[in-house]
Nanobody
């Protein structure tokens, strides 16, 4: 499985960005997928995940109501629509894929076997 994240950039607080993650093969029908982020000096943290079926989504409390995860199986692409961005959202964002079927798994970075290279999101105040 190969994942390629893109769409990051510099945006003012309150703005929006959409991240994309292009995947190889039948990634979305095989694996759960998610987004994680890592700010300088901090550990990688869970942002959002979507089940293999696409019927269930999960969000970190810090982004709930502002970010939306979705997948397009026909395009083999995972998205993260980010709105009302805050300076504390500044981080490198990574997409990931793995076998998950429980909430505890979805939010745990160690449960994901495949990772994209990351895309930088910077939110200025």
């Amino acid at each position: 499985v190969q994942l390629q994240a893109s769409g990051g950039g510099l945006v003012q607080a309150g703005g929006s960005l959409r991240l994309s993650c292009a995947a190889s093969g039948r990634t979305f029908s095989t694996y759960a997928t998610g987004w994680f982020r890592q700010a300088p000096g901090k550990e990688r943290e869970f942002v959002a995940a979507i089940s293999r079926s696409g019927r269930s989504t999960y969000y970190a409390d810090s982004v709930k109501g502002r970010f939306t995860i979705s997948g397009d199986s026909a395009k083999n692409t995972l998205y993260l629509q980010m709105t009302s961005l805050k300076p504390e959202d500044t981080a490198v964002y990574y997409c990931a894929a793995g076998y998950c079927s429980s909430y505890g798994c979805y939010i745990d970075a160690t449960q994901y076997s495949f990772w994209g290279q990351g895309t930088q999101v910077t939110v200025s105040s």
